[in-house]
């Protein structure tokens, strides 16, 4: 290869494997009960976007107790605070609530319908075992998707993509042109199988009307469509404001797991091998790459941009025109960090007169008449003396030209190469289906290997662009909870509070209950940080507080916690009036039944508002979808307005500082208590 600037790249091999490792996270801690120096650790890993990735222990100081309470702040609240955030997944979902749901499940057509799958693909597997995993657990599914009929005869007909279906899955798939679905017909068959959505305009346009015509019925929504997650599709998007659960399924889980390791910088000596061409496209892309590796390595087409920029001769037929000025600024990125671009030094070269003719070039001596077709030898010994020094590699994009030749295998030869690297633990991401399928005819071990076979949604991620249906889906709780090292006692009963504000509530309950357990859930990140410093200026042992969104994130959160639940609350959740759509946001039937779930027997709810339609709505979604398990308590001394009885105190003697403002100006609180009957477990 020719080393366009400046110094070499070394490196060792770095274990990977498709299994996926849980990290167990340790929050920011306690006082400890015994002494006071010791502080946690936070992995690296667990701050992704935007976030500061800091190291190292903690130590007794200000500025140390500042750090840990960022490092503590796992929000998933602000998007634009991490371009991927973590998302509720079809693994992590109780299997036993899938039983009788009617599920949608939007599978990946390039990965189930493509021409000639691999059964090692992982991507195949995952993919088939989403749709599986649902059956086993007797859910009702419907498959969506979209696919070209015309490039692929066997597809043309809706009837003939259900029997492939079939086939490939081992079961009953019946096809349906009508929109709502038939759900009495699911209980017949085996799941049922949509028309093809390419021919619904609303796809495109991301439809509100077309999504809730597809979601009509629908209970719970799986997305493992990895492929289609950079556009903005009715099937995709719009669609998870129909289901009171949006899942990834275990395709699109992997995916973005791979997605996310591409593009992460916590191992050293990290070597991009890029492909393909279009340069002036994929210019962000590069100059992020050039930002985070410690070597480019151009393989395609684009490497006759660079060499061009550089004042390299270069057949001006080769190169992309007005790319100019983006290859020179990828070149400025590359300096300034002091890390090497690297292009060709040979090329096999077929005669444009005499297409069998053969011959190898030095990069810069292609005589006239001559089409490059593939890289030379001395190329790939450069490649393959560069790849045992790294520790990280990405390879993304063929190795293409304007011709090919049969004759000749530069991209077989380097995707050996790199299988070598398997055996030696080198972390190796593979994107695009060209790539992929190369490295899986030669692989023995692929399940070592991360192989995302969609390029274009790592072009987009590495752009800087957002990826629409990841946003989409529920939010997860990024991380394994250490309770130890949150609560000094942490086998006491728990008490939650939903949406704890400012969080004097939970204070002040937690100095009056020693013998409970205090964690409070709230989306904004701000109040967070000023409760959890409160907490370590006063070293409170029994009250915590975590910046998510517990809609979507309560049942990962609270159903690891070691003792049981005994209360949760929810007070004066602020509804927007200007928004109907999105009124009430917080109390959905996801948060309900997860609720209804974890409490402990004869545990309690507490609602409040003073906004009664607020009030009356939270008792309807609690009494709808508690499964029976959430009864209403009722006293003698319930109060009544409008028709309605209401308790007239506040039970627990401490009242927000919300409650205490709508008092204080004379205007009543509506509130009420639940709890969870031991029949009802």
């Known amino acids: 290869m020719t080393q366009l600037l400046l ?60 750090s840990a309470v960022n490092k503590a702040l796992a929000s998933d609240g602000d998007e634009s605070l991490d371009a991927l955030p973590h998302v509720q997944t079809l693994r992590t979902f109780p299997k036993e609530e899938l039983h009788g749901k009617v599920v949608m499940v939007r599978f990946d057509s390039t ?81 049922l199988l949509c028309e093809n959505l390419s021919k619904f305009r609303g796809e495109v346009s991301n439809s509100s009307e077309l999504a809730e015509l597809l979601s009509s019925g629908v209970d719970i929504f799986v997305n493992d469509s990895f492929s289609q997650s950079h556009k903005i599709l009715a099937s995709t998007v719009a669609i998870t404001r129909f289901c009171y659960a949006s899942l990834a399924g275990f395709h699109f889980e992997d995916s973005l797991y791979n997605l996310r390791n591409a593009s992460e910088t916590s191992k050293q000596h990290y070597i991009a091998i890029i492909g393909g061409a279009n340069l002036c496209d994929k210019a962000p892309a590069l100059r992020f790459l050039a930002s985070i590796c410690e070597g480019l390595v151009f393989v395609g087409m684009m490497s006759f941009q660079i060499m061009h920029a550089l004042g390299l001769p270069v057949p001006l037929n080769l190169v992309e025109q007005g790319a100019r000025k983006e290859a020179l600024d990828l070149i400025q990125v590359a300096k300034d ?71 000749t295998n530069g991209m077989s030869e380097m995707a050996s190469m790199i299988n ?22 030669g692989s023995s071990s692929i399940a070592s290997l991360h192989l995302i076979e969609n390029a274009c949604v790592l072009w987009e991620f590495l752009k800087g662009r957002k990826l629409p249906g990841v946003p989409a889906l529920d939010r997860a709780y990024p991380f394994v909870i250490d309770w130890t090292s949150v609560y000094c006692k942490p ?41 959890l410093l409160s907490l370590h200026q006063s070293r409170l042992e029994n009250r915590y507080f975590m910046a998510t969104n517990a809609t979507s994130t309560f049942r990962s959160i609270v159903c690891t916690y070691p003792g049981e639940v005994v209360l949760v609350s929810i007070q004066c959740p602020n509804p927007d ?8 946001r917080m109390v959905q039937r996801s948060l309900v039944e997860a609720i209804a779930d974890l409490l402990a027997s004869n545990g309690k709810v507490f609602l409040q508002s003073d906004v009664e339609a607020v009030a009356v709505r939270m008792k309807e979604q609690f009494l709808r979808y508690g499964r029976g398990k959430l009864v209403l308590v009722s006293n ?20 927000s500082d919300w409650e205490q403002h709508v008092l204080d100006r004379g205007a009543p609180m509506y509130r009420l208590m639940l709890t969870k009957s031991s029949s009802g477990e």
């Open 337 to 407: 960090r002091g890390i090497p671009i690297l292009c060709p030094e040979d090329f096999w070269c077929m005669n444009s007169q005499l297409l069998g003719q053969l011959k190898i070039f030095p990069a810069h001596g292609i005589l006239e008449g001559w089409i490059p077709v593939d890289l030379g030898p001395r190329s790939l010994d450069e490649i393959n003396t560069l790849l045992t020094k790294c520790k990280k590699l990405l390879w993304i994009g063929p190795v293409k030209f304007k011709l090919f030749s049969p004759s």
């Open 111 to 191: 990965v189930l319908l493509q021409e000639d799958h691999d059964w090692r693909s992982i991507s195949f597997s995952n993919a088939l075992f989403t749709i599986k995993y649902l059956l086993e657990a007797r859910a009702r599914v419907i498959l969506v998707s979209d696919w070209k009929e015309k490039t692929d005869s066997r597809f043309h007909a809706l009837e003939s993509t259900a029997e492939y279906l079939s086939s490939i899955l081992n079961c009953k798939i019946v096809p349906t042109r009508c929109i709502p679905f038939n759900m009495e017909g699911l209980e017949q068959m085996d799941a």
């Open 7 to 66: 110094n070499s790249v070394h490196g060792t091999p770095l274990f990977c494997s498709f299994h996926r490792p849980v990290k167990i996270t340790k929050f920011l801690p306690r006082i400890p009960c015994h002494h006071f120096g010791h502080r946690t650790a936070f992995p690296k890993e667990c701050f992704t976007g935007v976030r500061s990735s800091l190291q190292g222990s903690f130590v007794a100081g200000d500025d140390a107790v500042n």
């Open 491 to 531: 086998a006491q009963p728990l008490f939650v509070d939903v949406g704890s504000g400012n969080g004097l509530f939970l204070l002040e309950m937690g100095k009056r209950r020693k013998d409970l357990n205090f964690l409070g859930l709230e989306i904004n990140e701000k109040l967070v940080k000023r409760c």
């Open 636 to 655: 003698l001394d319930d109060i009544e307005i409008n028709g309605r009885y209401w308790l007239r105190e506040n039970p627990f003697g401490v009242r």
């Open 577 to 584: 009036f200007n928004k109907p759509e999105h009124r009430w």
């Open 420 to 441: 070598e690297q398997c055996a030696v633990d080198c972390d190796i991401t593979v994107v695009g289906r060209t790539a992929c399928k190369a490295m899986m005819r």
